[in-house]
């Protein structure tokens, strides 16, 4: 009788596949690093006016070589609108990506749980009723911080709500759905009641645009998100179990509910501040998280640093869509993101669909 002799695998095989998957996954991050670097620098040199590129470019690396008009042009008009698609782009990504793991549901985004109504909403104050909560800013503030104010509120009452009630994804999702349609109906009475100058420009601000940015909104979103980021970093083990496991994560000895509201928190603190500086801005916080685990997979080490960086050059590349488009013409950014981001949507859930078939 012969003896069929399995050879042992070697030890350092899982070793070697190890190395060789974080190698693959680093050379993504890197790939698109570079992707969005481009992206950004084009952004910037092909912004509004006739400034030839060549011109432009010696004002981004060596701004001291170039006429003051060059660099107002370049630094003090340009490079904060480009800043700012990158700080929106990482922004909603995250908080597009957290938000699909506080409510486990790969289709929600930040403005599942009612920020765009909600900020919508207090920008409506300021526009047609020239209403603030914070009144002692000054006027250029005003609409920011009174969107950025509504939004936060209402996020963090639905998550210290559900909190009492258990904090299960149900509840979450049903009082987002409730506060939607509140602050919906309440901003198409400031819209009937609006005037037409008022009605152009709360409807012009819900298309949402890049083009009012400055280097105080800059400073703010990059604090943000420099204050979050490294928590999330650290957390990512943590959020990794979460998506794998749901609920059962808490046999790992992870507090299910306390990480959640962390998550609904940091989510909403960046949604918010996005939304109240540039706007409604959808479809970036959906399609970059699915992007960035279709490359690296649900490792948050990676797909967090994957997701930002998809988020940014999807966001780039819309800035530069929006003035490219149509000569002499910027559209609103949201416009241009729900174009690009639409195809993908019906991708995913035909592919969701067939799957189950």
């Known amino acids: 009788m012969t003896e069929s002799v399995i050879s042992p695998q070697p030890k350092c095989c899982g070793a070697v596949v190890y190395k060789n998957d974080i190698r693959r996954k680093l050379l993504w991050v890197i790939s698109f690093t570079l992707l969005a670097v481009i992206a950004a620098i084009t952004d910037v040199l092909c912004g509004s006016g006739t400034l030839p590129w060549k011109v432009a470019l010696n004002g981004i690396f060596h701004p001291e070589q170039v006429s003051t008009m060059v660099r107002v042009v370049i630094w003090d008009l340009r490079m904060p609108v480009t800043l700012t698609a990158v700080l929106a782009g990482i922004g909603l990504s995250l908080a597009g990506s957290l938000m699909q793991t506080v409510l486990d549901n790969p289709l929600a985004e930040p403005f599942t749980l009612g920020i765009s109504a909600a900020a919508g909403f207090g920008a409506a104050l300021v526009i047609v009723f020239q209403t603030a909560l914070v009144s002692w800013l000054p006027v250029d503030y005003l609409l920011t911080a009174n969107a950025f104010i509504f939004s936060l509120v209402t996020v963090l009452f639905i998550g210290i709500f559900a909190a009492r009630c258990g904090l299960s994804v149900e509840i979450i999702v049903m009082l987002g759905i409730a506060v939607h349609f509140i602050f919906s109906a309440l901003l198409g009475l400031a819209q009937y009641l609006a005037d037409v100058n008022q009605l152009q420009s709360l409807v012009f601000w819900m298309m949402g645009s890049l083009q009012k940015s400055n280097w105080t909104q800059v400073g703010i979103n990059a604090a943000i998100i420099a204050v979050i980021l490294p928590i999330l970093l650290l957390l990512s083990w943590q959020i990794s179990a979460l998506r794998g496991f749901g609920e059962q994560a808490q046999v790992l000895g992870i507090p299910v509910a306390k ?60 800035s530069i869509v929006s003035k490219m488009l149509i000569p002499g013409v910027i559209l609103p950014i949201g416009m241009v993101t729900s174009l690009l981001g639409v195809p993908f949507f019906l991708w995913l859930i035909l592919g969701r669909r067939v799957r189950r078939n």
């Open 259 to 318: 990480l959640r509201m962390l998550l609904l928190v940091f989510s909403a603190l960046m949604a918010s501040a996005i939304t109240a500086t540039i706007g409604v801005v959808g479809f970036i916080g959906l399609v970059a998280p699915h992007v960035a685990r279709m490359l690296v997979g649900e490792d948050q080490r990676f797909t967090q640093i994957m997701t930002m960086v998809v988020g940014a050059l999807l966001m780039t590349v819309a």
